[in-house]
Nanobody, 121 residues
């Protein structure tokens, strides 16, 4: 099994910053994509930013220039630095990773439990 544990959410004022962290543990042979998604009340879960094992990154248009994703392949961790936060960034943020437990196994998508980010004055 694979576990993803997030940390770093909380309450921040508009214009402020937060850093989210996620660590993957368990039976892991390889991780392809690793990234962050969010779900605001009444809305569907959406991609925020992802990092591929080859270094490629992808960002939602709404966060480009404000959020930065970073990944440590050796430690199986990913972080999201969020700057210039806006009230519309308020959501539960989930870490997601595409993991292959063994060299001969299939890829599976795993999710963390989520961490709440609230941007409000």
């Amino acid at each position: 099994q694979v576990q993803l544990v997030e940390s770093g959410g909380g309450l921040v004022q508009p214009g402020g910053s937060l850093r989210l962290s996620c660590a993957a543990s368990g039976t892991i042979f390889d991780i392809n994509s690793m990234g962050w998604y969010r779900q605001a009340p009444g809305k569907q879960r959406e991609l925020v930013a992802t990092s591929m094992s080859d270094g490629r990154t992808n960002y939602a248009d709404s966060v480009k220039g404000r959020f930065t994703i970073s990944r440590d392949n050796a430690k199986n961790t990913v972080a999201l630095q969020m700057n210039t936060l806006k009230p519309e960034d308020t959501a539960v943020y989930y870490c997601g990773a595409e993991v292959r437990p063994t060299s001969w196994g299939n890829w599976h998508k795993y999710w963390g439990q989520g961490t709440l980010v609230t941007v409000s004055s």
